[in-house]
């Protein structure tokens, strides 16, 4: 087989597969993989979940792995930055697993694709793999595919 002929892995992409073989015998899984910046200047951003609590520890523990792994994998021109961490309250839910994670709490939906930024409010109801439904304060159950120009986030408690 031609070099032509191999699909060409994004550097994101290759190292979301190794997060995924980090954190395969554990209960924590890769959300985001973001390499921004120039090169000399790059910035890896790295956000995991869990569908248990997720500590400092075992961030960490993620970080010196993926870093010992980086340098010997070669991914990355020049010199970068890693961050691993959570996604926290401000980045948006994106894979099946969060949604399923978060059933029971307040969630926002605004639909990026609209002008006006329209913005909805419920309680997360049920989440499939392909759609999720929320119950809103007027108790009515609305329905979304995750496929639409949505962007959901976890509401705070307070």
Known sequence: MKESDLIKVSAEERISELVNEL???????VVEVVLRGRKGSRVLDVFVDS???LDVDA???LSRE??????????IDGHFNLNVSSPGLDRPLVSPRQFRKN??????ITDSSAV???QLEGVLVEAGSEDFEIETTEGRRE???RSDSLE?????PW
């Open 103 to 108: 059933i029971g709490r307040r969630i926002a």
């Open 116 to 118: 006006s930024g329209g």
């Open 51 to 53: 569908d248990e609590s």
């Open 152 to 156: 959901v986030r976890v509401l705070p």
């Open 23 to 29: 954190t395969a015998s554990t209960p924590m899984y």
């Open 143 to 145: 329905r979304f595919a």
């Open 66 to 75: 993926l870093s010992v792994i980086l340098d010997v994998e070669d991914l």
């Open 59 to 61: 961030l960490a523990r």
